[in-house]
């Protein structure tokens, strides 16, 4: 979405520089280290007969620091004891955004450090040093910077907020048996503009408007910048000798295909690997030894889109097995992936899956709700995915970040083709394109490529959304990161998603597939539908001449609130929705049968946005409210949908849209 404003909170007693290196976090009287490059795997956590699994959601103790410096957690060490005895706490659900919990504005707003614990006390099988178990501390995400300790141990530092990141307490836990496990996590929210997304801090000193030491952090993203342990956070055991990763890539023809794999073991250089790749009955179809190797499968069922083929989201599980002599003890290891056959190629007018065109008909969402913000919610993901396949879409972008694994396997097992879109949203600032910013933005693509690098509904990367990329340093910046995005993962093309002047762009020479934002009528013309034929015609006319490359229309969309009525059709209501959604069909139905490969409607659900003179309570793009009930645009677009599935689907029968199809 277009750029946002800026959310506040209460101030620092220090000097700006002093007290902005306390709100990122370091102010631990040491300076910012460059993040280093991710070591090893991050395989999903999954319960295996060598593995085994603790959820530790719920309630954690929680606590704010609003010491001047915020620096008050850290000045008197809480972690070096339980957290209720340093202070008072209050109860946080985890995984949960901390924002709207309470009934206090200055926690909502809040900017700074705040502190999490959880006490859990772990299976005695587990801390036996003799039966050479590794014990591992996980967390799904922690928005933004975080700082782990194990009882008063620090066990890992992370930056980032929406990819997972683990610590091996064994040394830690297994010296002592029978007594609870405290977890401490420090989180710190602030957005700088070397994190991604960028933001700054900014100081009023003006005393006779703000008080003393007031502050605000401002960011150029159009969505609320909630905090807190967003997602699951388990502790799970694997054997000393372990299965560290693995990479699985496919090709096909009609009768066979090929599965590609690398697997990587740490603890030992002495085991053995055998691998079988089994069918949805449970069949093995191909079997492998060693830590790489090839797998051929016979008449192989691919994995198709939804409503691309009568069972779509078809996929294998491949078990590895690995065992290794240790001490004159054999350890098992043994981890099954789910494994999708599937192919992706780009031309210069289609976006072949599987040899044939695939045409995004979908949406852009956000990871957010009511009460729990950006917090993993089963009910709200479960609903939906129902609300998607209900309205016919394929497809969808992780705007404007990547989501939880759990959505991500949802998409994988329902044939929900994605996007997936690094937290590259709101760079704007020149000094967001220097070699700080671009190190950690390489680090970032190489955390989420090793995360989804798997699964077969991503295929596409998206580096940033609306950046400057008419500034100079765009040019290098861009090149730099898509390259280094293609050299991780050559299997799939790079976009990233441009509001940009075509002719001004400096990044687009680098993606493989344009991905074009435009608002015509809305923040362009306002009021004025009668532009978009002209317009977006010519945009895309402009982009296909220039690049010739494929093209998807990666945002549109006008607010509507919901029960608001104007006809003639007024901006902001319901009506104006569904013209200008109507008006881009038009142009959408020429240009498909080109060069257009997509449309993704701005946006799924109404969200929630930081307060403004244009937002009220948030931004009301969806065609669903934030409760995800349906406005009237919601039943135009699902017409539409279902009308492009039927017209280009090799289903046999004639899929009927008022049926919602469940598994």
């Known amino acids: 979405m277009a750029a946002g404003a800026s ?16 709100l990122l976090g370091l102010g631990l009287g040491r300076a910012a280290a460059p993040a280093p490059a991710p070591a090893g795997g991050m395989l999903y956590p999954r319960e295996t007969p060598s593995r085994e699994r603790k959820e530790l959601g719920g309630l954690w103790s929680f606590r704010a620091d609003f010491s001047p410096g915020r620096d008050a957690g850290f000045a008197h060490r809480w972690y070096r004891q339980p957290l209720r005895q340093t202070g008072p706490v209050i109860d946080m659900p985890v995984p949960a955004s901390f924002n709207d919990i309470t009934q206090d504005p200055s926690l909502q707003n809040y900017i700074g450090w705040v502190w999490y614990e959880k006490e859990v006390l772990l299976p005695l099988r587990w801390l036996q040093d003799d039966l050479n178990t590794r014990v591992v501390l996980r967390f799904g995400s922690a928005h933004y910077y975080s700082i782990v300790w ?8 992370h930056e980032g907020g929406h990819l997972p990141f683990e610590a091996d307490i064994s040394s830690i836990v297994q010296g002592s048996p029978g007594i609870p496990c405290r977890i401490t996590v420090a989180l710190n929210n602030t957005l700088t503009p070397h994190t991604l997304p960028p933001g700054s801090i900014q100081y009023m000193n003006d005393k006779t408007r703000y008080p003393k030491n007031y502050f605000v952090q401002n960011i150029r993203f159009d969505f609320f910048n909630y905090a807190g342990i967003h997602r699951p956070v388990v502790l799970y055991t694997t054997p000393s000798v372990y299965i560290d990763d693995i990479t699985v890539t496919t090709t096909s023809s009609e009768s066979v295909a090929m599965v590609q794999y690398r697997v990587s ?78 192919t992706v190629h780009v031309t210069s007018t289609q976006f ?39 309205l016919g879409a394929n497809s969808f972008r992780t705007s404007h970040y990547p989501y939880a694994e759990e959505i991500m396997d949802l998409c994988d097992a329902y044939g929900i083709v994605v996007i997936d879109e690094c937290p590259g949203v709101g760079i704007k600032m020149p000094e967001s394109f220097g070699n700080k910013s671009l190190q950690h933005h390489l680090v970032v693509m190489e955390e989420l490529i090793r995360r989804d690098k798997n699964r077969p509904s991503v295929v596409m990367w998206s580096v940033a959304n609306e950046p400057a990329s008419e500034l100079p340093p765009a040019a290098y910046y861009f090149k730099t990161v898509i390259a280094h995005t293609k050299a991780l993962d050559p299997s799939r093309p790079v976009t990233f998603v441009t509001d940009a002047n075509y002719a001004l762009d400096r990044g687009a020479p680098y993606v ?30 402009n982009w296909y001449k220039t690049y010739q490359k494929p093209i998807i229309q990666s945002e549109y969309g006008a607010d509507s609130v919901p029960g608001l009525h104007s006809d003639p059709p007024l901006m902001f209501s319901e009506e104006y929705q569904k013209a ?59 017409e539409r949908y279902w009308k492009i599935a039927n017209e280009s689907s090799c289903l046999p029968p004639i899929i009927n849209p008022h049926t919602l199809f469940l598994k």
């Open 150 to 157: 194990v009882n008063g141990v620090q066990v890992v530092e």
């Open 580 to 638: 200008m959604l109507s008006e881009y069909h038009s142009v959408f139905d020429k240009k498909r049968k080109e060069y257009v490969i997509g449309e993704l409607i701005w946006n799924f659900a109404d969200f929630m946005t930081n307060q403004g003179t244009t937002r009220v309570l948030g931004n009301k793009k969806g065609i669903f409210t934030r409760q995800r009930q349906p406005k009237s645009a919601a039943f135009v677009l699902r």
């Open 265 to 342: 073991v740490v603890g030992s250089t002495l085991y053995s690997l055998s691998l079988s790749l089994r069918d949805q009955e449970g069949k093995v179809v191909a079997t492998g030894d060693g830590p790489a190797g090839e797998l051929k499968v016979l008449n192989p069922n691919l994995w198709w889109p939804y409503l691309m083929h009568e069972t779509p989201g078809y996929r294998y599980s491949l078990e590895v097995r690995m065992q290794a002599q240790v001490n004159e003890a054999l350890l098992e290891d043994v981890y099954t992936l789910p494994v999708g056959i599937r």
């Open 7 to 22: 959310g506040g909170g209460a101030g620092g007693g220090m000097a700006g520089g002093c007290r902005l290196l306390l």
């Open 512 to 541: 493989d597939v344009i991905c074009v934002n435009s608002y015509f009528s809305w923040y362009h013309d306002p009021g004025h539908l009668e532009v978009i034929p002209l317009q977006l015609t010519t945009q895309f006319k």
């Open 352 to 390: 072949l899956i599987n040899g044939r065109p695939f045409y995004f008909h979908g949406v852009n969402k956000h990871e957010d709700a009511d009460v729990r913000g950006k917090g993993l919610d089963w009910p709200l993901v479960v609903k939906d995915f129902n609300l998607l396949r209900w």
